[in-house]
């Protein structure tokens, strides 16, 4: 008990200097801004010391902001799911290969993210248009007769984002398939199962809190993408982000800039853990 | 009819076979072990025969059916893993139902089916709990049960208790004995434990890189070794060297001893530890020896024996009298018996 309680005490002592970092970097900052969503933003004043709820009611009330919300989680769980059956594949085969340059094709899967968002987004553009590489190409295999409009849609900025999440969620799920035991599924093959069944009833379910990390992730990546939605969704092309950023950075009207953040925040967190909740209640952990 | 017929099963990684053209039967309810040392190809024979990975070139014949090119879930082979393979997301009812639930069987089977697979292994009041909630001889039970409740043609085991302690792994062993008689199903168990292989089998196979070393029964291969690996894989045993002519063995030392069989060509005899018979003194039949270390093992004493020319053996008998007061340094006799005395072949020469 005593030696426990000691011990406990040289653990906390031990991780204090990182629990004061992340104090000082993260929780000062969100607190800070969830003092200014009280504030309220009076023209030609900026800001002015206030405890008020005004931003929220102004938040609720008007339907553009529900509409970029709604957008917002739209574009995020498309996002998500894409991400996670496109990703799962590669991240099996990457978990399962015997080969012995597998350093270099995790390399190939980390590669994009040393492109810049905007940078990649700005490709995008050049890939997404008119007489870019994809419509191009389209018109060449004889698919398609007439360019489509693809820059600007919710399509062009789906595919943007994806791209960069991609690497996050094929990097979560190889590492969890990599945990999965062969022998469990080898077993479930002997009792008659198929390979479909196989996954489906053992591979799947054993995977599935990976699955969610790296859903989670994509979703939180995406909830608050910034240049993918700006570059590739032009100007009436409106998520939470670019909203945020606009309301700070444009009007200086951080009262409402910071209750829209917070807002954004709470969507993603409540969504995120009630995802964590319907999977730990279908499988029991 | 044979229950498992393997007809030259090869498995190539790259240039190297890890099996190498095996041949093997296995009669119906017969318990036939694989006994080999780590790296010799026992798990890649099993793993052929289960269907998880593709043999080079050979036939796997399951009774009259060729299944060398069947996918495992068409197989109907039930396998038992080291590490145990249960399904961590189910529960214990539903590990052991999962064959007969791929199998469309209806449920009120199933649960009787289930009960009894699971009364078998004494786990009948484990039905709900979770694999991690159990112990590994549990678990490992519960992975037999898993195999045996779809009916396989045979019944496949890896080390399965290899991962189990020592007094555990005893108490698994002589109910998986008990529940393979009950049943008489074709079994193979794989293993790197002599003492595992000679309590199990009804006949062992002894493996080598890849390849077989002797088929035989327990008593077989422990009096009968056909080669030197064979014999120091299969208890222990004193190797001289030398050279055979009729019935007479002449080591390199230049000690001469009679043997009950011919020994022309053979160039390495055996002698077991127990077939040597000491005595306080030497005499006619028994040859002098200094005692060179006594080891006191409770119910036997092991000597370790030098002879004259230069020869060592290692002795051993049942404790007790004048054995019991035995020092190093002392002369007794050793007396071996022709029979006692057995021509091994030259190394692999029954390999080819
Ligand atoms: N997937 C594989 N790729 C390459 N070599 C392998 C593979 N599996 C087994 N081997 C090789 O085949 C040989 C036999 O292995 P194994 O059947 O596991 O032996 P055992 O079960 O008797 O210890 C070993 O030399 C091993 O390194
Ligand atoms: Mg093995």
């Not at chain 2, 009960?115 to 001889?137: C, H, I, N, T, Y």
Request: hydrophobic letters at 50%; one cysteine or more; a positive charge.
């Amino acid at each position: 008990m005593a030696t426990g309680r000691a011990m406990a005490w040289r653990r906390a002592g031990a991780m204090a200097p990182a629990s004061l970092l992340v104090l000082g970097f993260l929780v000062l900052p969100m607190l800070l801004m969830l003092r200014y969503s009280f504030n309220s933003f009076v023209p030609g004043k900026f800001m002015v010391e206030a405890v008020t709820v005004e931003n929220y009611v102004k938040l609720a009330a008007d339907p553009y902001y529900r509409h970029v919300l709604g957008l917002t989680l739209t574009v995020s769980i498309s996002v998500t799911i894409l991400t996670l059956i496109v990703g799962w594949p590669v991240a099996q085969f990457l978990a399962r290969t015997q080969t012995r340059h597998k350093g270099l094709l995790l390399l190939a899967v980390v590669l994009p993210l040393f492109v810049g968002n905007a940078v990649r987004a700005a490709g995008w553009m050049v890939a997404f248009g008119r007489e870019g590489l994809v419509n191009r190409l389209l018109q060449a295999t004889g698919l398609i007769d007439v360019p489509l409009q693809i820059m600007f849609t919710p399509t062009a900025v789906i595919i943007g984002i994806v791209s960069v999440n991609l690497s996050y969620v094929v990097l979560t799920l190889s590492s969890v398939i990599e945990g999965i035991d062969r022998r469990a599924e080898e077993a479930a093959l002997s009792l008659g199962a198929t390979p479909f069944e196989t996954w489906r009833l053992v591979t799947l379910p054993l995977a599935l809190p990976g699955l969610l990390a790296a859903g989670v992730l994509s979703f939180i990546l995406s909830m608050n993408a910034y240049a993918t939605p700006v570059l590739l969704g032009g100007p009436s092309f409106q998520m939470m982000a670019p909203v945020v950023a606009d309301q700070v950075l444009q009007r200086a009207n951080w009262p409402f800039g910071a209750s829209l953040g917070f807002v954004l925040m709470l969507v993603t967190l409540g969504l995120t853990a009630g995802a964590n909740w319907l999977v730990g209640r279908r499988y029991g952990r | 009819m044979a229950a498992l017929v393997l007809d030259r099963l090869t498995k190539h990684y790259g240039d190297h076979a890890a099996v190498d053209t095996l041949s093997l039967t296995v009669a119906d309810g017969e318990f036939l072990v694989l006994l080999g040392p780590s790296g010799c190809g026992k798990t890649t024979t099993l793993r052929m025969i289960a269907g998880f990975v593709e043999a080079s070139t050979g036939q796997v014949s399951l009774g009259d059916r060729d299944i060398t090119r069947e996918p495992p879930h068409r197989r109907n082979i039930g396998v038992v893993f080291q590490n145990y393979a249960l399904f961590p997301h189910l529960s214990v009812f539903e590990n052991v139902a999962f064959g007969l639930r791929r199998r469309k069987r209806p449920e009120a089977e199933i649960k009787t089916r289930v009960a009894r697979a699971l009364g078998l292994v004494r786990l009948d009041a484990f039905a709900d709990r979770m694999p991690k909630q159990m112990s590994g001889g549990q678990q490992q039970r519960v992975a037999i049960a898993r195999a045996l409740v779809i009916e396989p043609d045979i019944l496949l085991l890896d080390e399965p208790l290899s991962a189990l302690d020592a007094k555990l792994r005893l108490e698994v062993r002589q109910e998986l004995k008990a529940l393979q008689r009950l049943l008489g199903i074709a079994t193979i168990l794989v293993t790197h434990d002599q003492d595992e292989a000679m309590s199990l089998g009804d006949r062992l196979v002894v493996m080598n890189a890849g390849r077989v070393e002797q088929i035989g029964s327990p008593q077989e291969l422990y009096r009968q070794p056909a080669s030197r690996f064979v014999a120091s894989f299969i208890g222990r045993g004193n190797f001289l060297e030398g050279v055979g002519a009729g019935h007479r063995f002449t080591t390199r030392h230049g000690w001469s001893l009679p043997t009950a069989r011919p020994v022309d060509d053979v160039a390495t005899v055996l002698i077991r530890p127990e077939a040597i018979h000491l005595a306080p003194t030497a005499d006619a039949d028994r040859v002098p020896a200094r005692v060179a270390l006594v080891t006191y093992l409770g119910p036997m004493t092991e000597v370790v024996l030098e002879l004259a020319g230069g020869d060592r053996l290692v002795a051993e008998q049942a404790s007790g009298g004048w054995l019991d007061r035995v020092e190093p340094g002392q002369d007794i006799g050793a007396g071996i018996p022709p029979e006692a005395v057995i021509g091994l072949g030259a190394e692999g020469a029954t390999r080819t």
